[in-house]
């Protein structure tokens, strides 16, 4: 396997961190995953802004330009031959002596690695089993960070509980999934958070956005809550790696059983086209 280290494309074993690199010490750095589909990666520049809003936000400067991890990262999808999977990216701040004080002008470090992987269809087909359960992830979940605890937490519980994803609400506030989009379908109406610092703005949910307004349908960018999920006709999420994954049922601090309805199957089949034929947000 090969993987991104620096600027360079080197075998895994030749790759090594600092046991002081800040990534490692404080989760002091940001990532993105980009999915590939036969051969050709899905979005990327889209992620890759993102990649470079989030060092903008952690005032993390990038040490190469956009056009160079593009052709790192393509470079790294290449060596490793995947045909469908995803390529992941990451940046910290480098290597320095513990300490909780960052300086704006550390070297960061990019690293990446690619791996096989097969689009989830079982999921997209069948739906998933959720856990609603309270969010209790920091005030800028709009950075797409290393510090994934509260994430992986809810994760965690949801498994636990015999579900697929986890479904996060702040006081009876949906927000999203641990690594997923929340949509909810009622009355005709496609409802999403608005992309505040409480989720992040996902590049799916944007092309879903997207989408829906091409088709027609009416879209509320609103916060809704708990008791409108369980009534909702349709619920969905979305994430590159799943793309669209119809919610079939939800447990934990609310329950409710959904149907997958109309609405969830047109975006999928639609977003599977764009795939196909990608275009540009
Ligand atoms: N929300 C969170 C917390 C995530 O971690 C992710 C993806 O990993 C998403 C939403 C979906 O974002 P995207 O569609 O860009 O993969």
């Not at 993987?3 to 404080?26: C, M, P, Q, T, W």
Request: aromatic content about 8%; overall charge negative.
């Amino acid at each position: 396997q090969y993987v991104l280290y620096g600027d360079k494309i080197v075998e895994r074993e030749h790759a090594s961190i600092d046991l002081e690199d800040r990534g490692y010490n404080f989760g002091d750095g940001i990532y993105e995953v980009v999915y590939i589909y036969g051969g050709k990666p899905f979005s990327m520049e889209e992620h890759f802004k993102r990649f470079a809003d989030s060092a903008a936000k952690l005032e993390m400067k990038l040490p190469y330009t956009l056009e160079t991890v593009n052709d790192l990262t393509v470079k790294l999808i290449e060596a490793n031959k995947i045909h469908n999977g995803i390529v992941y990216i990451q940046m910290t701040r480098g290597a320095s002596p513990r300490n909780h004080l960052y300086d704006r002008d550390s070297a960061c470090l990019i690293t990446g690695f690619a791996r096989k992987m097969d689009p989830p269809v079982q999921a997209q087909e069948n739906g998933i089993k959720t856990y609603l359960t309270e969010d209790i992830r920091w005030l800028r979940c709009d950075i797409k960070t290393l510090n994934l605890l509260g994430n992986t937490m809810a994760k965690r519980k949801a498994a636990d509980h015999g579900c697929h994803e986890a479904l996060q609400h702040r006081e009876g506030t949906c927000t999203e999934g641990s690594s997923s989009n929340l949509f909810i379908i009622k009355k005709g109406t496609l409802y999403t958070h608005p992309a505040t610092n409480l989720i992040l703005n996902g590049i799916t949910r944007q092309h879903i956005l997207k989408i829906a307004n091409e088709q027609g349908i009416d879209i509320a960018e609103e916060a809704f809550s708990t008791r409108d999920l369980i009534h909702a006709d349709e619920v969905f999420l979305s994430s590159t790696t799943m793309e669209i994954a119809p919610v079939i049922a939800v447990t934990g601090d609310e329950e409710g059983e959904f149907p997958i309805g109309p609405v969830t199957r047109l975006l999928q089949k639609k977003l599977k086209e764009k795939i196909k034929k990608p275009t540009v947000l």
